[in-house]
């Protein structure tokens, strides 16, 4: 586990960590599935510690609701919602203020008891679960709002279609393919792709500031609601 360890302490790019280990795997001469096997064997225990080890540090990343999803929801009745990826809670947080009832996912217990001390802190209910994506019950037709803010992990993808309920809303922010190193990129029209047959409330992909605090990147953005 030294390299995992490594890749935490100096860059934390779990994703690139990962993408040299396959190779070093791969010249030590295992067969490709032997590699897949192996790596996903890792893969949730790698990303909770890479994480644990972010919110146990001071915030590396807008602390502040996303503003994509906070004009999103305005205006719009408050029902069941699941945040994916919640992090230290900012965005389940919101929504709870708002009237929401909130269940929040996240692979890092150190992310999960810091939203829960700022939501006691806040006056606010919310629900946290200790999970990756992979193993989340995504649940059919279940959500109002599912918020999934540089979170939506392709694998996740038609989970979180069933998931909706009819008339229900999505809110996904991520990095634009070109913009190297940003999390979970997406080709240009991908998301309009993925979410094909939902009614498209809102789509760009703008040159902004991601929600991590580095300067302005690529983005991409998309709100829709799956038909009733």
Known sequence: VNWRKAAINTALDWDQAVSKYRKKLESDGLREGAVDRTLRSIDSYGEAELYDKIYADSPRFNTKPNKLLVSAVKDRPAGEALDVAMGQGRNSIFLAMQGWQVTGFDVAEAGLAKARQLAESGGVKIKTVLSSDEDFDFGQSRWDLIVAIYAMEKRSVHRIRNALKPGGMVVV?????????????????????????????????????????????????IVAEKPR
């Open 173 to 221: 922010e991520a990095g634009h393919k070109s913009a190297s190193g940003a999390p979970f990129e997406y080709e240009s029209n991908e998301l309009l792709r993925i979410f094909k047959g939902f009614r498209i409330l809102r789509h760009e992909e703008v040159t902004d500031l991601p929600d991590w605090g580095k300067g302005p990147i690529r983005i991409v953005r």
